[in-house]
């Protein structure tokens, strides 16, 4: 019977928005209905917000249940933008109209700039500046965020230019604000129980486009003492750490307690949950990354030593980190309370080795050479997090394909928040953005800042001042943009266009082709470096510039170059840099690159129908 006059009700409503009087017909049929059956219905998800406005403004009746503050509003809201309600309380009074119009206007306004980016930056990487238009934009950030995460889950293989520029926006806003709330972290006093947020940091920096939280991972790891009291329990079903709460920083003084504590640990940790040194795959960023940790159990010494202190601390024993050379170790104190200790009062714990216990000569076993008492130490957070960001920056330095040099960008950026003056590091990112050839003026601010902190610098400053400022030069001296006609007479041996999925004849990977020359436009040194003169018609014939499935950019000879027959799509980060769609056998250019090589979608359209039609006439043969 409800759903009956429901059902006749919303037959109504879309009525409505034609009426010009509340006396028009069937308005008072909906208008008695009980207020809770109207609501549902103005609730249902059947009305956009364009309904609701109209509805509302038929009759009082209807005006007072649509109010701003009231669920008809908070309904549109939410089926609009699902993941922003995390963001209200159930307590807060909230205007719930007026967000709903404060986030269509920060969405069009994020489409409107992330529209503007490939004419602006198609050309060059985008630097830090070009941001500010959107850190100028008026509203909650959480909006801006919100509709570029909007714009990333698209369905389908169009938009490809839009998502690529999404995907940097979304990055750099995410990563300035990770850096803020790193360095305000790291102004405050030490703290020996935030090791655990100071990792999370990291963890977020450098993986901004994640869905990383310290609460999120802190319940992981709650579920874990979980299991080790459960285990405990069985050990000691009086021991004390069975009764601390969520939140409490007590401490269990007697070792044998502490023992019991550790030695549960061991059992969950490593026999029930599977948890490992990553031996086989030691030089992979994944192990420093703290969520990555949790879900793939495994990690390097630090990583799983944070692990290990942040379980131990939260059932009462004060385990301490030891920056030791080689081998992150944690230390557990086995002398008296208040009596002067040396570092054989201290046992120290292996996390990465299974949990195993260590004394000061295992230590040096373990290592394989003898060290200073310095170095059994304790340290504070930010030696830590320097430890940490040293293995990402060491990482990164080993990037081969990586041509965007992420990684060593990101623990550069961390590095410096941490230690700004750091001379060798700050001269590393200049020829770093040197390299790149991205935001040259920030190129020079680094070197001031370099020339100022070390004068002794100068040679290594000087050099690359003069190229920084050639580069500049050469940028403001461009006129136009090169367009490359296939009909032109010096073209007439490129067969192949841009969009094209190829496959290299020597080296099998699959790619799409960006760009062209007539000829191998690169130097004598490059050309004799790839040996190019062995190829049958050397240098004298078309080179493609080719985004590679492996995330590399490559520069291939015509003659090592065949079509794909059985396309697929390229897997490359700079693919919606060039083309705005993948049709299922080739890739279409976006705006920019189509102003360059204007006659290449035509040629495209032929090519692909040629190959398939051969393909079929092979296959009903």
Same mark, same amino acid.
């Given at each position: ?247 409490? *920083?007590?401490?269990?003084? %007697?070792?044998?307690? +502490? $023992?019991?504590? &550790? ?5 969950? !940790? /490593? ?122 920056? *060491?990482?990164?330095?080993? %990037?081969?394909?990586? +041509? $965007?040099?992420? &990684? ?5 950026? !961390? /590095? ?206």
């Amino acid at each position: 019977m409800a759903a009956a006059v429901v059902d006749s009700a919303m037959e109504v409503v879309p009525a409505l928005a034609e009426e010009a009087a509340p006396e028009a017909a069937g308005l008072s049929c909906l208008v008695n209905l009980p207020g809770e059956v109207l609501e549902y219905i103005l609730c249902s998800g059947s009305l956009t917000a364009a309904d609701i406005g109209r509805v509302s403004s038929t009759c009082r009746r209807l005006r007072e249940l649509c109010q701003s503050s009231g669920k008809v509003w908070k309904e549109q809201f939410r089926v609009r933008w699902p993941s922003l309600m995390k963001h209200y309380s159930p307590t807060d009074y909230v205007n719930w109209l007026e967000e709903y119009k404060v986030r269509q206007k920060a969405g069009l306004e994020a489409r409107k700039i992330v529209a503007s980016f490939s004419k602006r930056f198609f050309s060059e990487h985008v630097p830090c500046n070009g941001f500010s238009d959107i850190e100028n934009l008026e509203g909650p950030e959480i909006f801006f965020e919100d509709e570029l995460v909007c714009i990333l889950n698209m369905e389908g293989r169009k938009a490809l230019t839009w998502k690529y520029y999404a995907k940097k926006i979304l990055y750099y806003l995410r990563q300035q604000k990770i850096l803020n709330n790193l360095k305000a972290f790291l102004q405050q006093p030490d703290d020996y129980e935030s090791y655990l947020e100071g990792a999370v940091y990291i963890d977020q920096y450098c993986n901004p486009l994640s869905d990383i939280s310290l609460k999120d991972i802190q319940a992981q790891i709650d579920s874990i003492v979980e299991l080790v009291c459960k285990t405990l329990r069985g050990i000691n079903c009086r021991h004390p750490s069975l009764g601390f709460k969520a939140g409490e *920083s007590s401490m269990i003084m %007697e070792i044998e307690l +502490q $023992s019991q504590v &550790l030695d549960a640990m061991n059992y969950v !940790l /490593y026999d029930q949950l599977k948890f490992k040194g990553n031996r086989m795959d030691y030089y992979n960023a994944l192990n420093l990354y703290m969520h990555q940790v949790l879900i793939r159990r495994t990690g390097i010494p630090i990583s799983m030593s944070l692990l290990y202190l942040t379980i131990a601390r939260q059932l009462g024993v004060p385990l301490e980190p030891v920056n030791f050379p080689s081998h992150f170790l944690l230390r557990w104190c086995q002398g008296a309370e208040g009596a002067t200790l040396d570092i054989f009062d201290y046992i120290y714990i292996d996390a990465f080795g299974k949990g195993k216990q260590l004394t000061v000569k295992e230590c040096e076993y373990l290592i394989g050479q003898h060290v200073t008492a310095a170095l059994y130490g304790v340290v504070n957070v930010k030696k830590v997090l320097q430890r940490m960001v040293g293995n990402l920056l *060491s990482l990164g330095k080993r %990037e081969g394909i990586d +041509q $965007s040099y992420q &990684l060593l960008r990101d623990s550069l950026d !961390l /590095y410096l928040a941490m230690y700004p003056d750091q001379v060798q590091l700050l001269l590393l990112q200049a020829r770093l953005y040197f390299h790149l050839g991205i935001w040259p003026e920030k190129v020079l601010d680094i070197l001031q800042h370099i020339q100022t902190l070390d004068p002794g610098q100068h040679g290594a400053v000087g050099y690359l001042v003069q190229h920084t400022l050639e580069h500049i030069e050469r940028k403001k001296e461009e006129v136009g943009v090169e367009v490359k006609l296939r009909s032109d007479e010096k073209h007439r041996d490129v067969c192949y266009s841009i969009g094209l999925i190829m496959k290299h004849k020597r080296y099998g990977y699959n790619c799409v082709i960006y760009g062209w020359d007539p000829t191998c436009m690169m130097g004598h040194e490059w050309i004799r470096n790839m040996n190019v003169h062995s190829l049958p018609h050397g240098h004298h014939q078309p080179f493609y510039n080719v985004l590679v499935e492996d995330g590399s950019c490559r520069y291939a000879a015509q003659e090592n170059l065949e079509y794909n027959v059985e396309p697929q799509e390229i897997s490359h980060p700079d693919v919606g840099r060039y083309f705005s769609e993948f049709t299922g056998t080739h890739y279409i250019p976006n705006a920019e690159l189509e102003i360059r090589y204007p006659e290449d979608l035509e040629f495209v359209y032929e090519t692909v129908q040629n190959i398939y039609s051969a393909k079929k006439e092979n296959i009903d043969e």
